[in-house]
């Protein structure tokens, strides 16, 4: 054999090595919520959390901590969306071995799952700390409800949107999804083919990428998806609204605000920066909800977790959305479906976003 071919076979072997080593090392593994103090992780504050600033259960993290004035050490971890593969990165995955985000570091022991991590955190509060879960237990059953309702799971793509306000987050979240695609390099993207745990998420981001929106929602199953998230939602935003009027307090529990609120709030901002939160308030009288959702932004932690968060990324897709919304009715229609002035009396919808409403 010449040099040549022995140096290509030598080289061959070495990125055969690599690979193998770096796909062991980024092994996901299943766990359980909670605190896990059988693992002490590497920590330089007392408090620390990892999320990600678009990360619909990031989001409620940070505001419960923000709410109960628990300082944290914040890393910021990147999904494909905000830039790259960051969750199955082989540094977090020894943070969090299942490879989501968030994850709360308490004395250097992990808390996982969003909704354990609440709970947890106002464990670890002060005494002094507002009190996120009500001490009567109707209540507090009252807001599991509310938790179970807005909650997303990794089955949501296959159905529940007609049972929970959470499962219909996926599909409405498409079209800001494929936008911010736009937006992140392809070599980025196709790492996910040699590292993800499955090949479906990257070559679904791949066609996103080189599709685009436009493209995109043509294809019929996406297109129904979409717009099937979008009715049910519509129903159960309803339901908010009508739970609103019926007790007239600020919010949804009564008099106090609760892990309910944070959790409804944050589903609220998704429906707000995709463009549906307009569109709902369109098509639907929602006056409680409305209200509602402002009395949530002005909250000062709101400004603190979220605002103070904003990934540029995000922001950017978001104006492109908007963009859409006012300069090209047709695919806004698409995207949307239809909406026309008659049904949204009193509201400021684009007259440009109405002119071709048809189903």
């Not at 700390?129 to 089955?155: G, K, N, T, Y």
């Not at 979008?230 to 009027?245: P, Q, V």
């Not at 959702?293 to 904003?310: G, N, P, Q, V």
């Not at 002035?341 to 409403?357: F, H, I, M, W, Y």
Request: hydrophobic letters at 40%; proline letters at 5%.
């Amino acid at each position: 054999m010449s040099l040549l071919l022995y140096s290509f076979l030598g080289l061959v072997a070495v990125g055969l090595l690599w690979f193998a080593v770096e796909k062991r090392r980024r092994r996901i593994r299943p766990i359980t919520g909670g605190i896990d103090r059988s693992t002490t992780l590497p920590h330089t504050e007392a408090v620390e959390l990892y999320s990600n600033s678009f990360s619909h259960c990031s989001r409620k993290v940070r505001l419960v901590l923000a709410e109960l004035g628990i300082e944290a050490k914040h890393h910021s971890i990147d999904l494909i969306e905000t830039g790259w593969y960051q969750t199955i990165s082989a540094e977090y995955l020894k943070v969090n071995p299942s490879g989501l985000v968030p994850t709360l570091v308490h004395q250097g022991h992990p808390v996982f799952e969003s909704d354990d991590i609440l709970t947890y955190a106002q464990s670890i509060a002060d005494a002094d700390a507002p009190q996120l879960v009500p001490a009567d237990e109707r209540r507090e059953a009252e807001m599991q409800e509310w938790l179970h309702f807005c909650a997303i799971v990794s089955a949501d793509l296959m159905g529940g949107m007609k049972e929970r306000a959470g499962a219909c987050i996926p599909g409405l979240t498409m079209p800001l999804f494929i936008t911010s695609i736009r937006y992140i390099p392809l070599r980025r993207i196709l790492v996910g083919f040699l590292f993800h745990h499955t090949v479906k998420s990257p070559t679904l981001f791949f066609t996103f990428k080189v599709l685009g929106l436009r493209r995109m929602m043509r294809v019929s199953k996406l297109r129904e998806l979409v717009h099937a998230s979008r009715d049910a939602m519509r129903t159960h935003l309803e339901t908010i609204d009508r739970s609103l009027a019926e007790h007239g307090k600020p919010w949804i529990l009564g008099e106090s605000y609760s892990l309910a609120d944070v959790s409804i709030s944050c589903m609220l901002l998704r429906l707000e920066e995709t463009g549906w939160l307009r569109w709902f308030h369109a098509s639907a009288s929602l006056p409680h909800l409305s209200a509602y959702y402002d009395r949530l932004k002005a909250r000062s932690a709101w400004k603190e977790a979220i605002e103070a968060h904003a990934h540029p990324i995000v922001t950017q897709a978001r104006n492109d959305l908007e963009q859409i919304v006012e300069t090209d009715p047709e695919l806004a229609e698409v995207v949307y479906g239809p909406l026309t002035r008659s049904e949204a009396p009193g509201l400021d919808v684009p007259q440009q976003s109405a002119a071709t409403a048809s189903s």
